[in-house]
């Protein structure tokens, strides 16, 4: 495998549900970003994690849990989503965090009924 | 309050001819910038930079230029194939460690 890969690809789930969204990075890597892209909108930056640490939050809802376990992997923990939070979610990688190319992995397309 | 603006939401363009993607920014701390491209149900791919030292960079049929007197960027694809059809993203960042912002993107259909 090489650049940014994201599992899975597609994901539907109930606003009971718990699922994990799951990114690995194979370019060496040292920060790791989340996105989410909602129709007609921005990119919205969620979270970033740079040497494994959270260094930017923004102001996402607690019902979005990220984990970082070491450079390579990212994990979005989700639990009592609601129905606008369906979107495509995009996992990004970069050497370090700043001013440095990203690059994005082919999103989790997630549809929460 | 969007940083990054690119205000054609869509722009349609005849395979062969240039195609002209603008994206304009407020911030006069961003001094890096990228454009990215996407296909629907993919993620963004990178497609080249600036750094605020230039004013202009090329890269095969791609071309970015830079007014920062203006606040304003460029991107040029001479000429256009029916292949460039997507969403295409401009991006900007302050020096530092503050992550990239993005535009909502501009939608290019090349016809044939």
């Known amino acids: 495998e090489t650049g940014v890969t994201q599992t899975p690809r597609h994901l539907v789930m109930g606003m009971t549900n718990k699922k994990s969204l799951k990114c690995e990075q194979h370019?060496?890597?040292?920060?790791m970003y989340w996105y989410k892209q909602s129709a007609k909108k921005p990119l919205e930056l969620m979270f970033v994690?740079?040497?494994?640490?959270?260094?930017e939050n923004n102001s996402v809802p607690s019902r979005f849990s990220p984990e970082c376990p070491n450079s390579s992997h990212l994990f979005l923990h989700l639990h009592t989503l609601q129905p606008e939070d369906s979107a495509l979610y995009l996992c990004?990688?970069?050497?370090?965090?700043?001013?440095?190319?990203?690059?994005f992995g082919p999103g989790t397309r997630l549809t929460v009924l | 309050d969007q940083q990054v603006k690119q205000n054609s939401p869509s722009l349609s363009v005849q395979e062969g001819r240039i195609s002209i993607l603008n994206c304009d920014y407020t911030?006069?701390?961003?001094?890096?910038f990228l454009w990215y491209k996407k296909y629907p149900a993919e993620g963004p791919t990178f497609l080249i930079s600036?750094?605020?030292?230039?004013d202009k960079n090329e890269d095969g049929r791609f071309t970015v230029f830079l007014n920062k007197s203006a606040k304003h960027l460029s991107l040029h694809i001479v000429p256009s194939q029916p292949g460039d059809s997507a969403v295409y993203f401009c991006?900007?960042?302050?020096?530092?460690?503050?992550?990239?912002?993005f535009g909502k993107g501009t939608r290019l259909s090349v016809i044939a």
């Open positions: 990004a990688s970069s050497q370090v965090q700043g001013p440095d190319t990203q690059y």
């Open positions: 370019l060496g890597h040292n920060a």
């Open positions: 994690y740079n040497f494994k640490e959270q260094t």
């Open positions: 911030n006069s701390m961003f001094d890096y």
């Open positions: 600036i750094s605020s030292i230039k």
């Open positions: 991006a900007a960042s302050p020096s530092g460690n503050t992550p990239l912002v």
